[in-house]
């Protein structure tokens, strides 16, 4: 890749056909040779560069209009050790966003952001460390389809064409949890789903054996994406994205929830949407039966553990927790004997 950058021009072509989504990709023409600074990328472009010791930063700019929601994709080649850093600055030089590891892996991911003027904007591409080649993708996400319940959405993903991203309908109803789903042909390796907010990213099915995010509850007025992308375990190929209502009932404040755990039931799972900075209590009692419950709790996407009781020695627990960041959890009640003995417990949630 030294001495030229190429640009992959994306040109979709969305067709409605029995309820049906559906999107091609476009050319690959090369670019000649440009300054270090300053090289020009558009809406639906993937652009390609190389970043190592010499060469930490580039710079990609691009002409917004206000109101615009911009995503920019940043991803290493699996061929290096490249940790990507993003940045999205104005004319003027002020910082308007930044990301490190929001993508896939230690992949950036901006966005969406929207842009505030009309104008020149600046992308600057860098590195946390190591070194490598890169792939980066601008979308204006307004001119793409969106994702809503009874409206499957179908697209194509392999190594050339990695990602495709869409908005969640914002006919959505806030406070609602939703099933995010996405599979193809391969049985082994569905592509990889992550959500992301203007508030940042919000979960993904990165760490998940199946490529389903459930359940999702989308914040009063705030504009959530869909990104699609490819698992380099599979050879790619057509998938179909399905948004639907859940039919998991989230852990309301002070309600309890009920469970019972046997030899057929070894655990159970229960989850709640938190803000960070909440406080809240955990009670768990023992109903009856002959089982320790004990509860783990973490990040739907297993990216974060928040707690445990096991190795404690009661049946029944109380603990307060103050939430570290905004996402879904959810609790996982086991018997701390781990014999399939069977009872039952009681579990609630209080908000403090």
Known sequence: MTGFRQRVGLRWVIGLCAGLVFLTGGTVQAVPPGQQQGFPIRYGDVVQGRLNDANDSEWWTFEGQSGDLVLINMQASTAGNLDTVLTLTDDQDNTLATDDDSGTGFNSLLGPFELPDDGRYVITASRYGGDGEYRLELVNLLTYPAAAPGKPLVGVLNSMHTSEYFLLSPDLVANTPYRVAVSDDDRFSDPILSLHSVSGWVTSSDNQDISVIDPFVPAPGDSTIVAVTWNPASVGGRYELVVSESTIE?????????????????????????????????????????????????????????????????????????????????????DQSQQTNTGGYTLTLTWE
């Open 250 to 334: 989230l852990l309301g404040d002070g309600i309890p929830q009920t469970g019972t755990l046997d030899y057929e039931v070894i655990r159970r799972r229960h989850y709640f949407q938190a803000q960070a900075g909440d406080v809240i209590r955990l009670d768990i009692t023992k109903t009856g039966g002959d089982i320790s419950p004990v509860m783990d709790v973490r990040t739907i996407d297993y990216d974060f553990y928040l707690l445990s009781t096991r190795g404690a020695t009661l049946y029944d627990a109380s603990l307060r927790v103050r939430i570290p960041r905004t996402t879904m959890y959810v609790i996982e009640v086991a």
